[in-house]
């Protein structure tokens, strides 16, 4: 045989097999069709925020980690994150710009609450609560349990953003 022969045998028979088999679907695509496909470790936030964390007990009690750690994650998922660790820093905070949600631990809630009550612009406020404190997740419905975890808080954050529009 010919080489020119053997090509043109050659290249009829890799064009037939690719036209007669059929769809191939890659590791995973059929997760990805259901739904189910794994979760992602990094998560960027949809709905950016300007977030106000009130006192280290707040950010603390998010997740058990430290402060600084926190706040990374958040501004990694796109937020923009102030700390302010007593009630004169958060009322400064608070006339500097607007905010779209203030993280409070439980035991400050009086103090934020009477902060913002002047304030034009209203934070949607999550507060950090304790997961046997019944009365106050009635009162707070959207709120972070203390040792919930940050994909937690991510995606409480996130459901706040799209509530408000943002």
């Not at 949607?124 to 349990?145: F, G, M």
Request: with cysteine; proline share 4%; hydrophobic share 40%.
């Amino acid at each position: 045989m010919h080489i020119a022969t053997r090509i043109t045998l050659i290249a009829l028979l890799l064009g037939s097999t690719t036209l007669v088999t059929g769809p191939v679907e890659a590791c995973g695509e059929v997760m990805y069709r259901m739904g189910s496909a794994l979760r992602y470790q990094s998560f960027i936030s949809r709905h950016p925020a300007q977030i106000l964390l009130y006192g280290e007990s707040a950010e603390a009690q998010a997740k058990t980690m430290d402060r600084d750690a926190f706040r990374q994650r958040l501004e990694a998922a796109g937020h923009r994150t102030y700390v302010a660790k007593n009630a004169e820093e958060l009322a400064q905070l608070i006339a500097e710009r607007p905010y779209d949600i203030v993280i409070v631990g439980a035991n400050d809630l009086d103090v934020v609450r009477g902060a913002l009550h002047s304030v034009q612009h209203s934070p949607s406020l999550i507060p950090v609560l304790k997961r046997d404190d019944d009365s106050l997740h009635k009162q707070y419905p959207v709120a972070l349990v203390a040792d919930s975890g940050l994909q937690r808080a991510l995606k409480t954050i996130e459901r706040t953003m799209q509530a408000r529009g943002t």
